[in-house]
């Protein structure tokens, strides 16, 4: 099983809508989670930590579920500049493991 | 903002060729970090730094080197570069709890 699993998408989504995705991780020792956007043939950007209380910025919200090792992020009232890939990031110690990402595609 | 740069966004290369990749922080951040990226395999870890001149092997080290001289720098040496290390090149730097900044990518042609 690998470490950390997206649904690779494309998830494609009239604007306006509000959409989540979640991203399983395996190991129960994993201490700190992210969320990235990458747009295409950009560098990855960091959207958000994770934080087990959940949190929210803006639009975005994020939730940890330790019990069921899963984290996800919520999208609402989606607007055409969130079409990007989203990146589930784990880290358990020093290792970093990102998942391969899940593709947004916001529909006018 | 944090501001990560590399040195190059393309670069084309000849088979056997020894290639470096600068990258350069300027937040004053210890952890820094090589990525590579391609298509349907995501982002995987060649090696990475805590400190100066210290230096920590990721997930495929192999055909790679660093170096840390100095604390805004981290530099990635292909040895003897080859088509197989074709790729997206990613230079990223962390603050204490581990949120990443990355550099704009070099993307490297090995011919």
């Known amino acids: 099983r690998k470490e950390v699993e997206q649904d690779p998408g494309p998830f494609n989504v009239p604007e306006g809508a509000t959409v989540a995705f979640n991203c399983t991780y395996s190991n129960s020792a994993s201490q700190s989670f992210f969320w990235y956007r990458q747009d295409c043939r950009k560098e990855p950007k960091l959207l958000m930590s994770?934080?087990?209380s959940g949190n929210e910025d803006g639009r975005f919200t994020a939730q940890l579920n330790r019990a069921s090792q899963y984290i996800s992020l919520l999208i609402r009232d989606s607007k055409l500049s969130d079409s990007a890939t989203y990146l589930c990031?784990?880290?358990?110690?020093?290792?970093?493991?990102f998942g391969k990402g899940t593709r947004l595609h916001i529909l006018p | 903002d944090v501001k990560v740069t590399q040195s190059s966004r393309y670069l084309v290369k000849r088979t056997g060729e020894k290639v470096f990749l600068e990258c350069v922080q300027d937040?004053?951040?210890?952890?820094m970090f090589w990525y590579r990226q391609d298509p349907g395999l995501g982002l995987r870890l060649i090696y990475f730094?805590?400190?100066?001149?210290?230096?920590e092997k990721g997930d495929i080290p192999e055909g790679y080197s660093v170096s840390r001289e100095k604390k805004e720098r981290f530099s990635l040496i292909l040895e003897s570069a080859s088509t197989n290390q074709t790729s997206m090149y990613l230079c990223a730097s962390s603050t204490p709890s581990y949120e990443q900044y990355f550099g704009p990518g070099t993307r490297l042609t090995v011919t």
């Open positions: 990031v784990v880290r358990r110690n020093d290792k970093i493991i």
């Open positions: 994770v934080y087990s």
């Open positions: 937040m004053d951040h210890e952890n």
């Open positions: 730094s805590y400190d100066v001149k210290m230096k």
